[in-house]
């Protein structure tokens, strides 16, 4: 487990290096706010294309070399920022790098073979740790390195150096998680023409509403993420430094509850009812939210509701984990992550037209009816996982990991 927490914390660092800057390097090349959107966009919608493809080939291939050829990409895709000179470059190395951004689901389909159900939740709250710390890193890195000249070429450098880091500590550290065995059986049902399109292993794996609640988490936190500048910028007056720190401390939040306590919060209170109280507090925070107008509600319900919504990500993915037979898993976190990558394309969107109709109260009432959504399928009945109906559909991890 730390050999592949350091190897997404080394993407994850490149990728919070970058992200923050693409608001100011754009405007240096004649990009207006709609075209910075429909940059952010480009990226959701390449991902969400290509993420079942990245999960597939894992299955078929194996999870180390397609983390490595993802890791490739993104290094290629910070050189290729860092050399634009024009707009639409800004415009392909993104879209390049979300037609590469196989990592994380690929990964948790990795900490899936690698821990026992027991530890699942746990592994996957390293996942969602080193996203949380590569996001408070990255973007202090980056300002530095950008410094008060404004020159992006050398943090797009650096990113890139991060991802091909990475790849050296893959190639070098991280073992193969699927077994020959499982590879083998996969490629000839891949050339035979038998295995299973998407739709027909989500009705067979009946995670077909599962998938929808990985599109309503992304399109209600991003909607959060849009909005929290705005809100503090507008009602406080605040600026980029100190929304930076608000989303730097909930970074740290997000370290220690999906890092330290997500194993003992789950061993305590079960995966179903943690993720019934996460998505409730996530409700809270944006009800909070609503009725705020001062300085100290509005960073509670900031914090409340981010803080809630940390802990469901892992948890989907472990309930994902179990409800799914070991040879399918790549494929089905290769899908929840590209039912993600939709999320985040629609949820700004439809925070925008809230906010423009009906301004900031409309806007967190519109999350709300997001959540509630999410929270009702959350408090509804549920299948038993797959594992608990076949034992054979757990496997042991491979013999050159330890069992975790």
């Not at 500590?169 to 998680?177: H, K, N, R, T």
């Not at 900031?302 to 179990?322: D, E, F, K």
């Not at 089905?332 to 949820?347: H, P």
């Not at 969107?349 to 959350?378: D, E, H, P, Q, R």
Request: aromatic fraction near 8%; charged fraction near 10%; proline fraction near 5%.
């Amino acid at each position: 487990m730390p050999i592949l927490f350091g190897v997404v914390l080394l993407d994850l660092i490149g990728f919070g290096i970058v992200i923050p800057i693409l608001p100011f390097l754009s405007p240096q090349l004649g990009a207006s706010k709609i075209d910075i959107a429909l940059i952010i966009v480009s990226y959701a919608v390449c991902a969400g294309i290509s993420g079942p493809f990245w999960g597939r080939l894992s299955d078929r291939r194996g999870r180390k070399p397609v983390i490595m050829i993802c890791l490739a990409g993104a290094a290629v895709s910070y050189v290729m920022l860092a050399l634009a000179t024009e707009l639409w470059m800004i415009f392909a190395a993104r879209a390049f790098a979300g037609i590469m951004a196989g990592n994380l689901g690929v990964a948790s389909a990795m900490m899936s073979d690698i821990t026992t159900p027991e530890k699942r939740a746990k592994g996957m709250g390293l996942i969602g740790a080193a996203f949380g710390l590569g996001l408070v890193l990255g973007p202090l890195l980056g300002g530095l390195l950008a410094g008060d000249s404004g020159s992006f070429m050398l943090p797009c450098l650096v990113a890139g150096c991060m991802s091909m880091l990475a790849i050296v500590a893959a190639g070098l550290f991280l073992p193969e998680s699927v077994t020959a065995q499982r590879r083998a059986a996969h490629r000839q049902a891949h050339r035979d023409g038998s295995r299973q399109s998407t739709l027909a292993m989500l009705r067979a794996t009946g995670n077909r509403l599962l998938v929808l609640q990985y599109v309503l988490h992304a399109a209600s936190i991003s909607s959060v993420t849009y909005l929290v500048p705005l809100w503090l910028g507008d009602v406080l007056g605040w600026g980029a430094r100190q929304v930076g720190l608000v989303f730097g401390v909930q970074g740290a939040i997000m370290v220690l509850l999906q890092g330290g306590l997500l194993g003992a919060l789950v061993r305590w209170l079960g995966e179903w009812r943690l993720l019934r109280l996460s998505v409730a507090a996530f409700m809270a925070g944006l009800c909070l939210a609503v009725v705020a107008a001062d300085m100290p509600l509005m960073l509670a319900a900031v914090y409340i509701a981010m803080s809630g919504s940390t802990l469901c990500m892992p948890l989907l993915n472990t309930i994902t984990s179990h409800r799914t037979p070991a040879d399918l898993r790549g494929q089905m976190l290769g899908t929840t992550a590209s039912a993600a990558s939709w999320g985040r394309v629609f949820g700004p969107l439809l925070a925008g037209a809230n906010l423009s109709l009906f301004g900031y109260t409309g806007a967190w009432l519109g999350c709300i009816v997001v959540v509630s959504v999410y929270l009702a399928w959350a408090l509804g009945p549920h299948p038993a996982s797959a594992a608990s109906q076949d034992s054979s559909l757990e496997e042991s991890p491979p013999h050159d990991y330890p069992t975790v």
